[in-house]
């Protein structure tokens, strides 16, 4: 038998030749079987006690309280996060400043409590509102 006609007959008797045809149909039938058994059990199951859950529908339930929750915070959201990042673009665009005078100031004890404190508060305030919404 050459080497075509083998590997058809191979074939014919994996898939449904050779008096195998019963034994395929069980296979794929109980493919199915199973995949519709998991599909169900999706909606209502009984765990090992006994008791009947609902997998689906409740983990769909607790995501609509968690939106519930989340709602007030949600709607703010927008108004809050633009003034955030309103506060971080003028954080980032005082830094050069702050380095530049840093490469001026003197060490010593005097001027650093003196200067440093200064500029520190005036950074501080300058920054109220970054600090106000992480607070908040």
């Not at 998991?38 to 859950?53: H, K, L, M, R, W």
């Not at 949600?74 to 506060?87: G, I, K, Q, W, Y």
Request: with cysteine.
């Amino acid at each position: 038998m050459n080497s075509y006609l083998f590997a058809r007959q191979k074939y014919r008797c994996q898939f449904g030749g050779c008096g195998q045809t019963e034994k395929y149909l069980d296979l794929v039938s109980g493919y199915c079987r199973r995949t519709l058994d998991e599909c169900a059990a999706c909606f209502s199951v009984e765990d090992e006690s006994g008791d009947t859950i609902h997998l689906l529908p409740d983990f769909a339930a607790a995501l609509d309280a968690l939106t519930d929750t989340l709602q007030p915070f949600l709607d703010t959201l927008a108004e809050d996060l633009s003034a955030f990042h309103a506060d971080v673009e003028v954080f980032q665009q005082a830094i050069p400043e702050q380095e530049a005078a840093w490469k001026q100031q003197k060490t010593t004890n005097g001027d650093l409590k003196r200067v440093l404190i200064a500029r520190i508060e005036e950074f501080l305030r300058a920054m109220g509102g970054l600090f106000a919404f992480v607070g908040s």
